[in-house]
């Protein structure tokens, strides 16, 4: 039997930001009140990364962190953004192409980690 599936790993610098917030000084740009300090971390040696797995043999969405499985509660915000993606992919892939694979009814597996 053949399944169709997606992986989509994607790496990104840790950055660190400090700030205290004391407000905005104009609301409509979002300019803050006070400056802040931010530092990019080497990317050899910390870069955050993340793996999503759209697969059919999936019994249910996952979410790993740091190589631990953590619990997607219903309802929850986690499982909310992966309810929008899975139908921003449908609406915006699936439906206007009708060879794509149809993956967003597949659960996924979502991994975090440094």
């Not at 953590?70 to 309810?83: D, M, N």
Request: charged letters at 30%.
């Amino acid at each position: 039997m053949r399944y169709d599936f997606i992986i989509i790993v994607v790496q990104d610098l840790s950055h660190l930001w400090l700030c205290r917030y004391w407000g905005k000084r104009d609301t409509k740009l979002i300019l803050p009140t006070n400056s802040s300090l931010s530092v990019t971390l080497d990317q050899d040696h910390l870069k955050s990364t993340t793996t999503s797995r759209a697969d059919p043999t999936f019994e249910s969405d996952q979410l790993w962190l740091n190589g631990k499985e953590s619990e997607i509660k219903p309802g929850g915000r986690l499982a909310t953004c992966i309810a929008e993606m899975k139908r921003l992919r449908r609406e915006t892939v699936e439906d206007k192409d009708a060879i794509a694979p149809k993956v967003s009814f597949y659960p996924r597996s979502l991994a975090f980690g440094l």
